[in-house]
């Protein structure tokens, strides 16, 4: 690779290399160290094509979920199944995975501005500005970008497009799928938001269990599923229809619960 070898949105490869080192080094106790994080479902990564692939998920920080997500997409494909052990698999990292962020997140700060040159699709919200609802058109330069990145590697999008759960799904996403027909991978996260803060940069508590299930891909039907539709399949797919609010016994919501607090237990890894 060239020193001065772009990617598709003009970031310098050399350098979004080094910046995925570092900032993977510097994170990667966060998931293996103050918290643990258990993964499921990794080795579907390593079967799939370099471009065109979708990753939708339930969304719990501002960051903390993408970086995970990283650690685990290069942990499988330098061939690690469901665990993050020695970061060796940073030093050649895929360097066309980008996420989709909100442009006013991505500005907020030093480090989120430096965090989105390691791939961000920073697009204008059209519904939420600055903490207000809001109503605005799309962009059609957003949607373009998504495209492109799609041509060229792997997107992560969190189709609700924030952090407070079982909030509706984007029809955009539905959209976009319909267009570009990428193969769309679920992957369904829980602990961060017990883990970190809101934007995923502090440690608000350790001992967490941690936890990402990656699914296997989406039955879509490209020409004839409506929006409505694949919406749907996407809020069943990342967990997070209505439905799933509902508890039917009592006794084995407390269970459930007790096995998970037990599962959560912290034991040092080094």
Do not use: C
């Not at 993977?24 to 579907?44: A, C, D, K, P, T």
């Not at 989120?112 to 791939?119: C, E, L, N, S």
């Amino acid at each position: 690779m060239g020193l001065f070898k772009k990617d598709v949105f003009g970031n310098n490869l050399f350098l979004k290399k080094m910046l995925i080192r570092v900032l993977g080094l510097f994170s990667h106790r966060r998931y293996r160290g103050f918290n643990e994080l258990q993964i499921e479902g990794s080795e579907i990564i390593r079967d799939l094509p370099d471009n065109n692939v979708l990753f939708v998920a339930n969304h719990q920080t501002y960051f903390a979920d993408v970086a995970a997500m990283l650690h685990v997409f290069n942990a499988a494909l330098s061939g690690r199944v469901d665990n993050i052990k020695d970061v060796g698999y940073l030093w050649q990292p895929k360097l066309n995975i980008y996420f989709v962020a909100a442009k006013e997140t991505m500005r907020a700060g030093l480090l989120p501005k430096i965090m989105a040159y390691g791939g961000s699709i920073s697009i204008e919200r059209t519904w939420r500005e600055k903490g207000k609802d809001v109503n605005k058109k799309v962009k059609l330069s957003d949607v373009s970008n998504i495209t492109t990145a799609l041509k060229d590697g792997w997107v992560i999008t969190f189709p609700q497009g924030t952090t407070t759960p079982f909030k509706p799904i984007r029809r955009g996403t539905a959209h976009i799928i319909r267009q570009n027909k990428p193969i769309v991978i679920p992957i369904v996260i829980d602990g961060f938001r017990r883990s970190f803060d809101k934007k995923g940069l502090l440690i608000k508590k350790r001992g967490i269990l941690q936890s990402m299930v990656i699914k296997k891909p989406m039955d879509i039907d490209y020409e004839n599923d409506t929006i409505e539709q694949i919406v749907e399949k996407l809020q069943f797919a990342i967990e997070q229809h209505p439905s799933f609010l509902k508890v039917t016994k009592e006794d084995d919501y407390f269970k459930s619960e007790k096995e998970l607090n037990k599962k959560r237990e912290f034991w040092d890894m080094y």
